[in-house]
């Protein structure tokens, strides 16, 4: 089973503040993919194949990686992207994800 | 507009057994693999089972192997999740997800709650 670990647990980020969420596998993955979800809601597809966005979403989003180390990065942190954001990997089963990051607005 | 919508959830005493459906609409289902997935109360995302299009393929997570049965019925719309010696540490938020490739989950239910409890 690959693991997932994600950094930092918990974090929190001013508006118009640069974050970086960094997701490492146990052994190398081909795509990572991220999701957000909010206070009482389903997860949403974030970022998919590593670097593509979901539909929706932002652009001051990002996704880059390869191999063992992926992250995600929002260049400009707004109220609204205060949420969890998870890892996930698709390359073999199980698929897995990380435990999370949660974001909060400071 | 893709829609997932689950049911079949509710309180379980431990050994019992429980079913979940999810209905899908908005996209020709029989041409999608499947998941659930599933999220214990205050905790984070746990991927239980997955099945394809055609029911030619099927995986389970660990811990749910031997007791859950993911099954579909294309005809209906409608994929199954099938839980028998159900235990405390399966109570948690159900979700249904559609495989996007490759292989992340593109569209997710509102989930449906499931508690283990005596």
């Known amino acids: 089973e690959i693991v997932l670990t994600q950094s930092p647990t918990t974090m929190a980020a001013s508006p118009g503040e640069k974050v970086t969420l960094t997701c490492r596998a146990s052994?190398?993955?081909?795509?990572m993919h991220w999701y957000q979800q909010r206070s009482g809601a389903s997860p949403k597809l974030w970022i998919y194949?590593?670097?593509k966005l979901a539909s929706g979403v932002p652009n001051r989003f990002s996704g880059s990686g390869s191999g063992t180390s992926y992250s995600l990065t929002i260049n400009s942190m707004e109220t609204e992207d205060a949420a969890t954001y998870y890892c996930q990997q698709g390359s073999s089963y199980p698929n897995t994800f990380g435990a999370g990051t949660k974001l909060e607005l400071k | 507009e893709v829609q997932l919508v689950e049911s079949g959830g509710g309180l379980v005493q431990p050994g019992r057994s429980l079913k979940l459906s999810c209905v899908a609409s908005g996209f020709t289902f029989s041409n999608y693999g499947m998941n659930w997935i599933r999220q214990a109360p205050g905790k984070g995302l746990e991927w239980v089972a997955y099945?394809?299009?055609?029911?030619?393929?099927?995986y389970y997570a660990e811990t749910v192997k031997g007791r859950f049965t993911i099954s579909r019925d294309n005809a209906k719309n409608t994929l199954y999740l099938q839980m028998t010696s159900l235990r405390s540490e399966d109570t948690a938020l159900y979700y249904c997800?559609?495989?996007?490739?490759?292989?992340?989950?593109?569209?997710w239910g509102q989930g449906v709650m499931v508690t283990v409890s005596s």
């Open positions: 194949e590593t670097s």
């Open positions: 997800a559609r495989r996007g490739a490759p292989n992340y989950f593109d569209y």
């Open positions: 099945i394809s299009s055609g029911s030619s393929y099927i």
């Open positions: 052994s190398s993955v081909s795509y």
